[in-house]
């Protein structure tokens, strides 16, 4: 079946490659902290990523979509220098943008399951909302290792991320069902 819709074609392409410069990106992360608890978190954060991208082009493949070697390049470039930047740029900051893309990641999955909404499908719901939620829990992770920082503030203050400043609506303490979570993110 082909999909009948190229904005969620192409933000499918890009969640795939984007995946990979998020693995690569905690790879370097992991290798940076000295924090053997602070390691196996990122490390499993790694992998959740690497299972991301599998269920994202299992979906592609269903529809026919190839992968974009574009993409594939750009975020294989972007990963690999956030991944040797966590070596150089100190302890918080790696915690930081993380948590704050994680933020944003959230609800590219449910904007993949409106879109898929607004063309009658909705056998992908499960996945994308479980992979949402996943990128929810890694924000939180993120978070809870830097929210008592006193650097905190001031970066909040400036990328709008943070205690307060966040990109989702999603709330893990009362998380809706998958039936409901087409509420999740439609601002
Ligand atoms: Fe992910
Ligand atoms: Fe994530």
């Not at 190229?6 to 890009?14: F, G, R, S, V």
């Not at 943008?97 to 063309?119: D, K, P, Q």
Request: hydrophobic fraction near 40%; proline fraction near 2%.
């Amino acid at each position: 079946m082909q999909l009948q819709h190229p904005e969620l074609a192409d933000l499918l392409k890009k969640a795939y490659s984007a995946e990979k410069a998020a693995a690569f990106a905690y790879q370097g992360h992991a290798g940076a902290v000295k924090n053997k608890e602070a390691k196996i978190a990122i490390r499993q954060i790694e992998i959740d990523e690497w299972n991301h991208r599998e269920e994202v082009l299992a979906i592609m493949k269903q529809y026919n979509i190839s992968i974009s070697k574009w993409y594939e390049i750009r975020f294989h470039i972007v990963g690999k220098i956030i991944s040797g930047s966590c070596y150089i740029i100190g302890w918080f900051m790696p915690f930081y943008f993380a948590g704050r893309l994680e933020s944003g990641n959230v609800c590219e999955y449910f904007r993949m399951m409106h879109f898929f909404h607004s063309i009658g499908i909705k056998e992908h719901d499960k996945t994308l909302y479980e992979m949402g939620i996943k990128e929810k829990e890694h924000e939180v992770y993120f978070l809870g290792q830097i929210k008592n920082n006193k650097l905190l503030p001031f970066f909040e203050n400036l990328f709008s991320w943070g205690n307060k400043k966040g990109f989702n609506d999603i709330d893990l303490d009362k998380k809706y069902s998958v039936e409901e979570s087409e509420q999740y993110c439609k601002k």
